[in-house]
């Protein structure tokens, strides 16, 4: 058979080079390259070419990697068509029942930029014998094979007791059912001393998300507890004594208002306390969700800064091995952008309303429907399993790893919402090449 190709449709070009090579990343396949100038002159004719008729070995060799790598595919493959059907069996694979549970709605912060308003206190019995009956009912489709919940608030320590009389009904149902269980929790940290974090590994909870968002003079004025007291030792303390126990990831929100002191909290996460890797620390961009005064007085950080920031702080987490580039620098492909957009996953607050999206837990008139009567889904289920890129996305290079951005948004503003993938992508992979010339250079020097 006469084998044909052409360009993805999906490189992305980092930097070109002054003599010519491309840095180029394949955002389909995820593969990362350096194209010299002779690979480069195939690549730009590359569908006038057959691979039959070419009698030089060093152009078969080159038409090989780049058709390994994804950078160039057979002229008859459609990728979009292939994106598309990825993520139509994701968005409707049953082998998982993912829940995002909230015990209570309440929470011990009062954190001005946070976008939840309604707050009701512990779960009841009666919900909670509804979200067993629920889960128990889920897990009788044939083919779910595992169970994941995250625990979410409020503050879900506030009902740690409530985490561990479900955790314990839900383990046990799994064991019965042979289907795998594993569970995660979003906190703010203040309560998760060791007898807490002990408590959560009886509950086979693996991960935490904690957020910091400055040095102590800035969070303890952000991340407000409602007492009145400072959180930020105390959550530093609390991750000391639990990071044997769990596996810690440090969130830290930015925005214009602490943009200026981060680099002061990077460098007393990652130098002093000697955390990265568990801990681990990620930056993540505030988000206006609500009209709270807060986002009056503070603006989102640049797509520039915020880029710059992050590329800094993987370098600096990073420092531990310099033998390898940092995986954590190449981006990943999608098959959904988020659980808000697959079937089989809720977000479930306190009151027993079902949700797709974390941002509207506590929002009554956005629920899909309520455990008691859970096979009765509200239409507006729809807008949420039908969320899919449009014309501007599929002519993007990008889409692969982003598939249309956060749905949540796009139904807020009526348009697919880039946010700062692209510069962030670009930042890091600039970041990974710099990473692996010095390795390289490291390796040379060692050597001469
Ligand atoms: S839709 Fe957006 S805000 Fe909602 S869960 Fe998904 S990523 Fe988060
Ligand atoms: S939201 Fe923006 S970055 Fe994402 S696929 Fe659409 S156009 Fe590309």
Redesign the pocket.
């Given at each position: 058979m006469k084998m044909s190709f052409k360009q993805s449709e999906f490189n992305i070009i980092v930097t070109e080079f002054s003599d010519g090579r491309l840095l180029i990343f394949n955002s389909l396949r995820c593969t990362f390259g350096i194209m010299d100038g002779f690979t480069k002159e195939l690549y730009e004719k590359i569908e006038s070419i057959s691979m039959d008729a070419l009698q030089n070995q060093k152009e078969r060799d080159a038409v090989s990697v780049m058709s390994e790598n994804g950078f160039i595919v057979p002229l008859d493959f459609d990728e979009k068509t292939y994106i598309e059907i990825e993520n139509q069996r994701m968005k409707f694979d049953k082998s998982a029942l993912v829940l995002t549970i909230a015990p209570t709605l309440e929470c011990n912060m009062a954190c001005p930029y946070c976008y939840e308003t309604k707050r009701s206190g512990p779960m009841s019995e009666e919900i909670q014998e509804a979200l067993f009956l629920f889960v128990e009912k889920e897990l009788n489709n044939p083919g779910t094979i595992n169970l994941h919940v995250t625990w979410y608030g409020g503050e879900p320590l506030l009902a740690v007791d409530l985490i561990q009389s479900l955790s314990s009904r839900f383990i046990e149902l799994c064991k019965k059912k042979e289907v795998k269980y594993s569970a995660s929790i979003v906190t703010n940290g203040v309560l998760l001393n060791r007898e807490t974090a002990l408590i959560l590994q009886d509950c086979k909870v693996t991960k935490a998300q904690i957020t910091i968002d400055g040095m102590p003079e800035y969070h303890n004025k952000r991340r407000v507890l409602k007492d009145g007291s400072e959180s930020f030792e105390r959550i530093v303390d609390n991750v000391e004594s639990a990071k044997d126990l769990l596996e810690i990831a440090i969130r830290v929100n930015l925005d214009e208002g602490n943009e200026q002191g981060i680099h002061d909290l990077l460098w007393y996460l990652s130098e002093e306390k000697k955390w990265g890797k568990n801990p681990a620390i990620y930056v993540a961009p505030v988000v206006k969700y609500t009209e709270a005064d807060y986002f009056k007085n503070n603006c989102a950080i640049s797509k520039q800064s915020f880029s710059e920031i992050e590329a800094a702080l993987i370098a600096r987490t990073y420092g531990e091995d310099k033998e390898t580039v940092s995986n954590q620098l190449f981006p990943q492909r999608k098959s959904c952008f988020c659980q808000a957009t697959v079937y089989n996953a809720y977000v479930i607050d306190s009151e027993g309303f079902l949700y797709k999206c974390w941002n509207e837990i506590g929002n009554k008139e956005e629920a899909v429907g309520i455990l008691a009567s859970a096979n009765q889904m509200s239409p507006s289920i729809l807008k949420w399993l039908s969320y899919k890129?449009d014309e501007?996305?599929w002519a993007?290079q990008?889409?692969p790893i982003?598939?249309?951005?956060c749905p949540y948004q796009f139904h807020k503003k009526g348009e697919?919402?880039?946010g700062n993938?692209?510069e962030i992508t670009l930042a890091r992979l600039r970041k990974a090449y710099q990473q692996y010339i010095e390795i390289k250079e490291a390796k040379e020097n060692h050597e001469g």
């Open positions: 890129p501007k996305c993007c990008f889409l982003c598939l249309g951005g697919h919402d880039c993938i692209k």
